[in-house]
T-cell receptor
């Protein structure tokens, strides 16, 4: 069974479109994250949700909106896509209570904006 | 803001060699530090997590050390194998999460 899954794996779309990426974890973790990895392989955190509450929001444009319907899901919605949004987006989860904070990553969603 | 540097950026070694990857960070107020590997076109796999109160962690041929006061961590890989070829990332975790730029390792058969 896949611990952290993301859909879709690949996303090619036109500039100006709105798209969503879904993430689900079946590990029972209480915290989920979205990361962006750019073409230079820099990995930066975008959002973190703990028990459905946003606890980190780095300087991400408000075109990006995370949505957590429950603690097993953290979806990422992107409005008015721009060329610079092209990157690989990784979802991750961890259990922040009890000292086990190892992050488990999904396989990534490769977004290409044309 | 935490700055994380990994040296070297790339490393190529013959199979069987022992090697050390270095990670340095500027903010020592961390809860833990994780080492990950990333295979080309793939996600990240956690290798080791060291709590801030620990000095080292071992898993198989991997040993990671942490010197929080000096802002340094090392990942030691013993008897390297071609399957170890990947990019290795360190991630010190405090109130926020920052990843290093990674060390790209190639182990030559």
């Amino acid at each position: 069974d896949t611990a952290v899954s993301q859909t879709p794996k690949y996303l090619v779309t036109q500039m100006g479109n709105d798209k969503s990426i879904k993430c689900e974890q079946n590990l029972g973790h209480d915290t989920m994250y979205w990361y962006k990895q750019d073409s230079k392989k820099f990995l930066k955190i975008m959002f973190s949700y703990n028990n459905k509450e946003l606890i980190i929001n780095e300087t991400v444009p408000n075109r990006f909106s995370p949505k957590s319907p429950d603690k097993a899901h953290l979806n990422l919605h992107i409005n008015s896509l721009e060329l610079g949004d092209s990157a690989v987006y990784f979802c991750a989860s961890s259990q922040t209570s009890g000292g086990q904070e190892t992050q488990y990553f999904g396989p990534g969603t490769r977004l290409l904006v044309l | 803001k935490q700055e994380v540097t990994q040296i070297p950026a790339a490393l190529s070694v013959p199979e069987g060699e022992n090697l050390v990857l270095n990670c340095s960070f500027t903010d020592s107020a961390i809860y833990n530090l994780q080492w990950f590997r990333q295979d080309p076109g793939k996600g990240l796999t956690s290798l080791l997590l060291i709590q801030s109160s620990q000095r080292e962690q071992t898993s198989g041929r991997l040993n990671a050390s942490l010197d929080k006061s000096s802002g340094r961590s090392t990942l030691y890989i013993a008897a390297s194998q071609p399957g170890d070829s990947a990019t290795y990332l360190c991630a010190p975790t405090g109130n926020q999460f920052y990843f290093g730029t990674g060390t790209s390792l190639t182990v030559i058969p």
